[in-house]
């Protein structure tokens, strides 16, 4: 890339660049011609034989040619205001078109591994490890003892 390029010296194309003989790929480094439309990059399409082969859309995506096929346009993520306000658990929510960009369904679920359940410690000490941290009895506020049941 050209130090005019990179610094941004031309915005616009200059009348030479269509005169010079070179091609494209080395004129769009040229200061005065990065701007031209020759040099802007082709909006990515989706050729017939995409639709044709049978093959799955995971696969077909990566090929050229087929990047700007509808079924390879993957939308980004978004967490819109509802999901918050819903109150579903956010595994469902996170399952939602406006929230699966929401932080919460970023982190992996937390899981109950089958040794929770066996080992002998209070599900105080084990909701604090690793693989039982999505056990039922770690998702439930922990019971308190209000002054009237002393006494």
Do not use: R
Request: with cysteine.
């Amino acid at each position: 890339m050209s130090l005019a390029l990179a610094v941004g010296v031309h915005s616009t194309c200059n009348p030479y660049c269509g005169d010079k003989t070179q091609g494209w790929d080395k004129k769009c480094d040229w200061g005065g011609c990065y701007s031209c439309t020759e040099c802007s990059a082709p909006a990515p399409v989706c050729k017939p034989f995409c639709e044709d082969k049978t093959q799955a859309w995971d696969d077909k995506c990566t090929w050229t040619g087929c990047t700007g096929c509808t079924e390879c346009i993957v939308p980004e993520p978004v967490c819109k205001p509802f999901c918050e306000d819903k109150t579903q658990g956010w595994t469902d929510k996170c399952t939602w078109g406006g929230c699966s960009g929401c932080t919460e369904c970023s982190s992996p679920a937390p899981v109950c591994k089958p040794f929770c359940e066996d080992k002998t410690q209070g599900w105080t000490d084990k909701c604090t490890w690793g693989g039982c941290s999505g056990c039922t009895e770690c998702s439930s506020p922990a019971p308190v003892c209000k002054p009237f049941c002393l006494g």
